[in-house]
């Protein structure tokens, strides 16, 4: 936070700067101005500046894409936190979410030790082999009687007969 208001400040005083500048001194920085972007001393109205400053105008898109291609690669990436812009490593909520170490709420803000990952393989592994267990559980257990189950299908005889 307080990076950004170091570099809004750096900025509003560079804007300042030019404007006082152009304005005590406009026709230099006008000329200025024209030289750099292909505006003056050409052979018609524009040329140079579509031949020269303008057509770097696609590159600069180019540059832009490209920019914002590597921003969204690092979106993806990036610890899920808002605000953060470490890596994010770690699942967190069954994999719906990538934290970094800080912010994971395993880790409580330290880098992982030995002694947090082996007890956390372990609860890993435990539940696992739990789950594993609940589901083959119903194939173990043969059915008690299977006459019974074969009897709920067929029709019962009266009281009255």
């Known amino acids: 936070m307080k990076w950004r208001l170091i570099a809004v400040i750096a900025l509003a005083c560079a804007a300042s ?40 105008l696609e590159e600069f898109g180019i540059l832009g894409a490209i920019g914002a291609g590597i921003y969204q690669l690092v979106k993806k990436y990036n610890c899920h936190e808002p605000g953060c812009w470490r890596i ?39 539940r696992q082999t739990a789950m594993y267990s609940k589901l083959h559980e119903p194939h173990q257990h043969p059915a008690a009687k299977p006459s019974a189950a074969s009897d709920v299908h067929q029709p019962q005889p009266s009281a009255s007969g």
């Open 88 to 126: 994010g490593q770690h699942p967190a909520a069954g994999g719906q979410f990538l934290l970094c170490y800080r912010h994971h709420p395993d880790y409580q803000g330290r880098k992982p030790t030995h002694e947090l990952i082996e007890r956390l393989h372990r609860e890993h592994l435990e």
């Open 17 to 56: 700067a030019a404007i006082i500048l152009w304005v005590l001194d406009a026709s230099q920085f006008g000329h200025w101005l024209q030289v750099h972007t292909g505006t003056i001393n050409e052979s018609g109205p524009y040329y140079g500046f579509w031949s020269g400053f303008g057509s770097d």
